[in-house]
């Protein structure tokens, strides 16, 4: 069965870091391109990073956000440093098998798989 589980949410004051995983099972990550969406309440599913060579960011993450894969744990990481309330918001990861090109990697329609979303909340 194919699956995605993120984990690593939680509280966190301005300023401070979390790292979200995205661990795959029935599937190897390492064959797929990966996302990170996000969703803060009333606002729509957001595009905040995406595997590749080269990775992408959303402009409002950039420099504070990091994406990375460690296979041999078919995981994906976002690293979020320097958290602002702004960032408060279920982060989702989601999987393709398709190449994504900077004008098509933050649309959530193209991928296949999903996560079931963690709730990160930055607030002091």
């Known amino acids: 069965q194919v699956q995605l589980v993120e984990s690593g949410g939680g509280l966190v004051q301005p300023g401070g870091s979390l790292r979200l995983s995205c661990a795959a099972s029935g599937f190897t990550l390492d064959d797929y391109t990966v996302g990170w969406f996000r969703q803060a309440p009333g606002k729509e599913r957001e595009g905040v990073a995406c595997?590749?060579?080269?990775?992408y960011t959303v402009t409002s993450v950039k420099g504070r956000f990091t994406i990375s894969r460690d296979n041999a744990r078919n995981t994906v990481y976002l690293q979020m440093n320097s958290l602002k309330p702004e960032d408060t918001a279920v982060y989702y990861c989601a999987a393709t098998r398709r190449t994504l090109l900077a004008f098509t990697w933050s649309r959530a329609s193209v991928y296949d798989y999903w996560g079931q979303g963690t709730q990160v909340t930055v607030s002091s």
């Open positions: 595997t590749g060579s080269p990775t």
